[in-house]
């Protein structure tokens, strides 16, 4: 069957037939935990000029020449620590995540939508994922990047990959690209009833921390709005929660590199928490909206080990939205007036 005969019952009857797709995406991951699966996926990663913006010619250079031969090897390890039987917990929640916003998508009366789910590196690839759409003859798409504050890394990025695979279509469909939510009403409770449910059971800490990933500090400086949308959905969590702001802390993690990054840095201010008395606290990473690497490996071990070390005594990390079904709802309200 042709891809024109494909959207249409009748290739005589026109060409739509009026269904919209929702691609919903996230960063990615390896495919496996091992060396190998890690050289392919880093060198996807850290060749997007989004992520790194050294003069093109020299990157590539460092990266083939040392990068991709020292760190594979390290990052399998980290991964090995979080890998389940299901295999990369970012792909599997995700999954997880984009099968119960089609169930209430269908169930709330929007029966003519298909909703896929695709990674900006690694598998499922952004292009598997608009292909599968093109496939099923839909002529709508809403692409729904799973990042709540927009950040050229990951959002700018995620619209470049979407973008560099539509160019080589005839046809391009009608395009609805969201690039953020990090204050929608939905989302903001539902970070709220997660801190709110561990205060619950486990008390009030010294500090609560909001840690979100970090990027280079010339990054903002040269526009890019992460850095304040970070601080305004922590503003609305507390607000929502009523909470003491002197309870409260931004910070930025998963630095790398000699450059300068967003400060306050995660690790380094948990690390003079204890010589303040400050011996139990809470963490809580609102840029994913999935665990990963990032919030179960850095988290969860590194920095409770960097806490620890320096003589903290309480440390809990409140896990991330996940597949809850009030962060369902929200992702569910920030594609609604669209559908």
Same mark, same amino acid.
């Given at each position: ?10 290739? @005589?009857?026109?060409?739509?037939? @009026? ?72 792909? @599997? ?15 709330? =009366? +929007? ?110 400086? @040269? ?18 929660? =009523? ?63 960097? +806490?620890?070390?320096? =003589? ?28």
């Amino acid at each position: 069957m042709s891809r024109f005969s494909a959207i249409t019952d009748n290739p @005589h009857d026109g060409r739509f037939n @009026h269904k919209t797709g929702i691609l919903v995406t996230n960063l990615g991951s390896p495919d496996a935990p091992t060396a190998k699966a890690l050289r392919v996926y880093l060198a996807e990663f850290l060749s997007d000029p989004r992520i790194v913006e050294i003069p093109r010619l020299v990157w590539l250079m460092i990266l083939h020449g040392i990068i991709l031969r020292v760190r594979p090897k390290k990052s399998a390890k980290a991964y090995q620590s979080i890998w389940t039987e299901h295999g990369s917990p970012l792909v @599997h929640i995700s999954q997880q995540q984009t099968d119960k916003l089609a169930k209430l998508i269908k169930h709330s =009366g +929007f029966k003519n939508t298909e909703v896929v789910m695709a990674m900006r590196y690694g598998n499922p690839s952004i292009e598997a994922g608009l292909e599968a759409l093109r496939d099923k003859g839909l002529t709508r798409i809403i692409v729904l990047p799973l990042y709540p504050q927009y950040s050229s890394p990951t959002t700018g990025s995620t619209f470049d990959a979407v973008a560099d695979v539509l160019k080589k279509w005839r046809w391009v469909p009608e395009l609805h690209f969201i690039n953020g939510y990090h204050k929608n009403p939905l989302y903001i409770e539902a970070l709220a009833n997660t801190i709110a449910e561990d205060l619950a059971a486990n008390g009030t800490p010294q500090k609560l921390v909001f840690s979100y990933h970090g990027m280079p500090k010339r990054f903002l400086d @040269h526009g890019d709005p992460y850095h304040c949308l970070c601080q305004q959905t922590t503003r609305l969590v507390v607000e929502k929660l =009523g909470l003491d702001k002197s309870l409260v802390e931004t910070t930025f993690q998963s630095r790398f590199g000699k450059a300068e990054w967003l400060q306050p840095y995660t690790d380094a201010t948990l690390a003079s928490y204890p010589e303040q008395g400050i011996k139990d606290i809470a963490i809580i990473s609102p840029a994913f909206s999935a665990d990963c690497l990032e919030t179960l490996e850095e988290l969860e071990e590194e920095n409770r080990e960097i +806490f620890e070390h320096a =003589g903290g005594e309480k440390y809990r990390y409140i896990a991330a939205l996940n597949d809850r079904d009030d962060h369902i709802n929200a992702l569910f309200d920030v594609i609604k007036p669209l559908l």
